[in-house]
T-cell receptor
Framework: GQQVMQIPQYQHVQEGEDFTTYCNSSTTLSNIQWYKQRPGGHPVFLIQLVKSGEVKKQKRLTFQFGEAKKNSSLHITVTQTTDVGTYFCAGPRKGAGNMLTFGGGTRLMVKP | DGGITQSPKYLFRKEGQNVTLSCEQNLNHDAMYWYRQDPGQGLRLIYYSQIVNDFQKGDIAEGYSVSREKKESFPLTVTSAQKNPTAFYLC?????????FGPGTRLTVL
């Protein structure tokens, strides 16, 4: 079946360091979405990438969609304590309309 | 103010009791979903509904039931058949494939 995997599962960084999480799908995706869940909170939509090789930026966050549309990455520069949380990627489920399959998430912890 | 509401935020129940979690949205979304999240884990799909009066089992439906009598409402019942019901339950609705989540209900079964 379709799988969406994320690595690493956990990442500790010192405040000011950069951070990257990687998302890999077993199937080609029509789009990839990223969500952020703060500790104790709920996932919040960050961005959607649609085109092969697409790169989008949101301040210190850079999102990439791979050329083959099977992988994606989220890179955060100069991490801050406000970046703490779990970052999930998600892609459309095969044969299920607009439903999503979520990756397992990468939990980011930032040491001040 | 549009959004998704879930109540209550925290819920405690004794083992063997059924409990119903509320999920309401005023975003006019057709599709709604229920996810379960265990500590430090990802999101697992319990049930989903693409339209009123229709719903389908997700990946971990055993021990749960839902109804979708109104577009705005998608309540989830955790039955006594669910072996490990203690978890964080998230409801979501979607428009064009992007999901919007409610604040969640933390269920603890004692």
């Amino acid at each position: 079946g379709q799988q969406v995997m994320q690595i690493p599962q956990y990442q500790h960084v010192q405040e000011g360091e950069d951070f990257t999480t990687y998302c890999n799908s077993s199937t080609t995706l029509s789009n990839i979405q990223w969500y952020k869940q703060r500790p104790g909170g709920h996932p919040v939509f960050l961005i959607q990438l649609v085109k092969s090789g697409e790169v989008k930026k949101q301040k210190r966050l850079t999102f990439q969609f791979g050329e083959a549309k099977k992988n994606s990455s989220l890179h955060i520069t100069v991490t801050q304590t406000t970046d703490v949380g779990t970052y999930f990627c998600a892609g459309p489920r095969k044969g299920a309309g607009n439903m999503l399959t979520f990756g397992g998430g990468t939990r980011l912890m930032v040491k001040p | 103010d549009g959004g998704i509401t879930q109540s209550p935020k925290y819920l405690f129940r004794k083992e063997g009791q059924n409990v119903t979690l509320s999920c309401e949205q005023n975003l006019n979304h057709d599709a709604m979903y229920w996810y379960r999240q265990d500590p430090g884990q990802g999101l697992r799909l319990i049930y989903y509904s693409q339209i009123v009066n229709d719903f389908q089992k997700g990946d971990i439906a055993e021990g749960y039931s839902v109804s979708r009598e109104k577009k705005e409402s998608f309540p989830l019942t955790v039955t006594s058949a669910q072996k490990n019901p203690t978890a964080f339950y998230l409801c979501a609705s979607s428009m064009q494939g992007t999901e919007f989540f409610g604040p969640g209900t933390r269920l603890t079964v004692l």
